[in-house]
């Protein structure tokens, strides 16, 4: 896998719009950070080409992807991009005193052991809806149902895979005398905003632009100027 410098991208009005609320101008400006990553194996050339350039840097595909293939990796950073956003629309409006309102949550698959029980069934950003017909929606809420098994039993998982639901059954593995499924699970939630904000950016996934996102629209919704007048670069996660 061939990682690349990105750009820093500016969030403004081109890319941030708000109705349903005060806006405020100011001189500064929040931008947030971008790596470019490849999506599919690079042919030797390419390889060769990265190889001797300082900028780039060739990782092995496990040490980034793990044993996701690349368009599972693709699907899980979509919902991760999605996630950001809107937690930071919580994030930012809540500490402004607008009322938000949490609607629901859901369970994704955010990495699978290589070599793990779930390994080849299940695939990052499956969407786990249920454990032996138990409706989940919280990550916190899989383990106990898991661990309830002893290792070897089998564990039917119901996921839903981009718009596909299927039913998956693993035989449970043994980590420290319980019963594991080799798998790293993260909750996902849903907000309901009292105004409405876009973020339009296209061809970007993954979570890290969150904190970004909040600091710039806590400077659009607020007077004066967040950055004292200066661009600011942020890269990094946000969480409720």
Do not use: M
């Not at 449970?172 to 996902?188: C, D, E, K």
Request: glycine residues 10%.
């Amino acid at each position: 896998v061939i990682v690349s410098p990105g750009n820093a991208a500016a969030l403004n009005s081109r890319t941030v719009t708000i109705s349903g609320a005060p806006t405020y101008p100011h001189a500064g400006q929040v931008l947030f950070l971008t790596v470019q990553v490849s999506t599919q194996d690079p042919n030797l050339y390419r390889w060769a080409f990265a190889s001797l350039d300082s900028s780039d840097s060739v990782e092995k595909k496990q040490d980034v992807l793990g044993c996701a293939s690349y368009a599972a990796d693709g699907r899980l950073n979509d919902l991760l991009w999605t996630d950001s956003q809107d937690t930071a629309k919580a994030v930012a409006l809540t500490r402004l005193g607008y009322p938000v309102t949490h609607v629901s949550d859901q369970v994704v698959v955010a990495d699978v052991q290589c070599g793990g029980p779930s390994d080849h069934r299940l695939q990052v950003g499956d969407i786990v809806t249920a454990v032996d017909g138990h409706p989940v929606s919280t990550a916190a809420a899989v383990r106990p149902l898991v661990v309830a098994h002893q290792p070897g039993d089998l564990v039917h998982i119901t996921v839903r895979r981009g718009s596909q639901p299927l039913d998956v059954t693993i035989r449970a593995g043994r980590n420290a005398g319980r019963a594991f499924l080799g798998i790293v699970s993260q909750t996902l939630s849903s907000w309901r905003f009292p105004i409405t904000v876009k973020i339009n950016i296209p061809s970007v996934s993954g979570p890290s632009a969150g904190l970004a996102f909040t600091l710039a629209l806590i400077g659009e919704l607020t007077p004066g100027d967040l950055t004292g007048g200066h661009r600011v670069a942020a890269t990094g996660t946000i969480e409720p």
